[in-house]
């Protein structure tokens, strides 16, 4: 009994539904044919109802604008105290080095670590180093052993402008360039 | 200091109207005017008697005379470097001014692995590899057995295409059209170009011009001037657009060594294989500006990139 009242109920809602989307279909042809009468009559005055006055504006565009995104990465912002909470330092203004390690564009200090061979031989890489390379290898090495208590081996290549350092250091050597200005 | 000397390479007086009319892009340029007193009046007088080839500087009213250039993005630790402004109108060289360059894009450290890599990218990916030789497969014949397995006291065989034999198809044999197109990473194609720019540059051969505009469509004019400047057998003039004016046109047609480029044509192949580089102003405006957006664009450059 309650199957066939639901098959009842379905079939009810079938018909409805059928009936609904002929009706829309019946109600777009004659208005097809309802606006083609229209315009055999009275061509002119229908037209003139249909355009809508217009104002053309490129005041509100700067608000598309900050949605898009910027073509190059903008300059950070000016806080008040540093290091910023994410532990961000700006490059100080002078130095007094004979090297200097330039900023990636997205303003951090370009020191990476390198994996190798499985995991088993670590190495840390520094990039874009100007002027005197030598005496920044010096300057690492001075700054490393006292801290690790180990010989510090690194590999200079001065046509590429890289330091590599044996050993994962890449916080001590960021602290290092952060505390020489960089 | 470096004004001073400039001075008296320039013993001419500066109005800010000519300025104007020479180029609409030097008007972005920080300009030093001087007034037009006795002592240049007569160092001119002084040159009328002397022949035109032989004088320094040029009998016009006046010349703007650069001494700086906006740079963007500038480098931190390093000043930029400093380029003659010159011009084409006459055989003799004559300074328009000095222009500053950034130092990253004309002043890189010379990577010649890098220069490699792009000569070997701009070689190998345009190749097309059209040697092909049938297999055993796509000759004709060979489905028969030559002879009974036994018995004929040779060897067995099943084709006569088969790679051991004479006149059958090849085993491994090349198989085009190959292509070996491949794209090398838009980080070492821009920094080719920088470490071409600035090779071309720290070996002195790289000239800024106001214009590609020559008084002459004349090719001995031409060929004459670059002789007279010393600019080598072959030069690349690049525009920053693609029209190029007609006198110079006309006078490097005939001549292969002597070639015009847009920037957007500008590539590492024909740096090195050109000997001297001449750049407009206009030029070097577009190139820096483009290379500078290159070096400093963000990670996600896609606007509004489809995720999945």
Not at chain 2, 80 to 108: M, N, R, Y
């Amino acid at each position: 009994m309650a199957a066939s009242m639901i098959s009842v109920v379905c079939r009810c809602g079938r018909n409805i539904l059928r009936s609904q989307i002929k009706g829309k279909k019946y109600c777009d042809e004659r208005a097809w044919h309802g606006s083609a009468v229209l315009r055999a009559t009275d061509e002119s005055t229908h037209r003139e109802e249909e355009y809508v006055d217009i104002e053309f504006s490129t005041d509100e565009f700067k608000y598309v604008e900050k949605l898009l995104p910027s073509k190059t990465v903008p300059e950070p912002p000016k806080h008040t105290l540093y290091p910023t909470p994410s532990g961000w330092v700006p490059p100080a203004a002078n130095l007094s080095t004979p090297y200097a390690v330039n900023r990636t564009k997205n303003h951090n200090l370009p020191v990476y670590l390198q994996v190798k061979v499985g995991g088993t031989r670590k190495l840390t890489l520094i990039r874009k180093i100007d002027g005197d390379i030598w005496a920044l290898e010096a300057d690492i090495r001075n700054f490393l052993e006292p801290i690790t208590g180990k010989k510090c081996l690194t590999q200079v290549h001065e046509v590429a402008r890289f330091i590599r350092v044996r050993g994962n250091y890449v916080t001590e050597v960021g602290k290092f360039l952060i505390d020489k200005g960089f | 200091m470096l004004g001073s000397r400039l001075h008296s390479i320039f013993p001419v007086c500066y109005t800010y109207a000519r300025i104007q009319e020479l180029h609409p892009l030097l008007k972005r340029f920080i300009v030093r005017s001087t007034s037009c007193n006795q002592d240049n009046l007569l160092t001119e007088k002084s040159l009328v008697g002397v022949p035109e080839s032989s004088i320094y500087v040029a009998q016009r009213p006046s010349i703007p005379l650069i001494t700086k250039r906006e740079i963007e993005f500038p480098n931190r630790y390093r000043e930029p470097k400093q380029a003659w402004l010159e011009s084409l109108d006459t055989l003799q060289d004559e300074k328009l001014g000095l222009v500053d360059l950034h130092p990253d894009i004309f002043g890189t450290y010379p990577r010649i692995d890098i220069l490699h890599a792009n000569i070997l990218w701009q070689r190998w990916y345009k190749k097309i590899d059209y040697a092909f030789v049938r297999s055993r497969a796509e000759m004709p014949g060979g489905g028969r057995k030559p002879r009974p397995q036994k018995k004929t006291g040779l060897k067995r065989q099943g084709s006569i295409r088969s790679p051991l034999w004479r006149g059958g198809g090849a085993a491994f044999g090349p198989r085009g059209p190959q292509s070996f197109y491949y794209m090398l990473p838009m980080s070492i194609r821009t920094l080719g170009l920088r470490v071409a720019l600035s090779v071309k540059y720290a070996q002195n051969d790289l000239h800024i011009v106001n214009s590609l505009d020559i008084p002459s469509d004349d090719p001995k004019f031409i060929e004459d001037l670059i002789d007279t400047r010393f600019w080598g057998f072959s030069a690349l003039f690049v525009d920053d657009i693609d029209i190029m004016p007609r006198n110079i046109s006309l006078a490097l047609k005939e001549l292969p060594q002597f070639n015009l480029m847009p920037v957007y044509g500008l590539n590492v192949y024909s740096m090195l294989k050109h000997e001297t580089l001449v750049l407009t102003l206009a030029a070097v405006e577009k190139l820096e500006k483009k290379l500078l957006a290159q070096m400093h664009k963000p990670e996600n450059d896609v606007a509004y990139k489809k995720r999945h």
